[in-house]
């Protein structure tokens, strides 16, 4: 009789993420079980998202726009509408939020049933990098989770408009060669893999930390001569110094995912006809800054904290510098010794 041998039954030890969100408060109170739970919603979401990319050029009506623009006033493709409405059923009658907000709707999405009880609010960008989608690189969903403070009984939802270091949750899923899930609750940064065979998200990675310094500086270029002096003058260092690399594909996940686990730094400042910059607050920045935050790292518009913003409206947009403490803290003295110079 053949004898198992349970250490090699299975690759590595199968921690699913609801497990590991209990693990990580040391606690099933019923804070923890709703987070936990909060995870698996969002899970859930990204596995029905890559199941339907992974088939995006065999299915009618995947790709391609819908012909309507949204309320950023970009052309609306038709995954992101799909991905939008994946995350919406996901929360429905799951008695966990009463609000759902995206950069794809004007306004937060109420579920009625839910708000007697739904204590949270999940904030989201449902496809970053959209853009890719028709040449078959990998994109990704943004998503933070906070706390609902007040009844919102006029639905302005202006409880959200807090820095964010009041969120709770942050994270992202890539989808990319293999779908992976990186979240935080506040104990760290750690990534779970999606198995097809089990349908799970396993823990792939724990603990992340992004090195002090990175050879990466991910930047759109082709926006050079719209840029303050101060970007380009920390251009033309990187172009004189060796030791850098550039690397940039354009999706926000994928760039910031390699940024994480190599170091460096990832750009998008403003621009002369878009001073503001062009990522949105709420679902890019600041669940990314809460990320690189726990895992060693840094998160900037320049000349303050991402995570220090205080939005005026939901749909704000920032500059970003996030990255490596060293990366990020260089590109803010090129930032903030012009901003001397141009003082009165």
Known sequence: MLELDHKHAIDRDCTTLSRHVLQQLQSFSADAQDLSALMNRIALAGKLIARRLTRSGLVEEALGFTGDTNVQGEAVKKMDLYANQVFISAFEQSGLVCRL????????????????????????????????????????????????????????????????????????????????????IGHGVHAFTLDPNLGEFILSQENIRVPDHGPVYSVNEGNFWQWDESIREFTRYVHQHQGYTARYSGALVGDFHRILLQGGVFLYPGTARKPEGKLRLLYESAPLAYLIEQAGGRASTGIQDILEVMPDEIHQRTPLIIGSRENVALVESFVQRDTAKSAP
């Open 101 to 184: 907000a995206s950069e794809e709707m004007e306004k937060p999405y109420y579920i009625p049933e839910n708000c007697p009880i739904g204590r949270y609010t999940l904030l989201y960008d449902p496809i970053d990098g959209s853009s890719n989608l028709d040449i078959n690189i990998n994109v990704g969903s943004i998503f933070a989770v906070r706390r609902q403070e007040g009844e919102d009984l006029d639905e302005s939802a202006s409880d959200l408009l807090q820095p964010g270091h009041n969120q709770i949750a942050a994270g992202y899923i890539l989808y990319g060669p293999s779908t992976m899930l990186v979240y935080s």
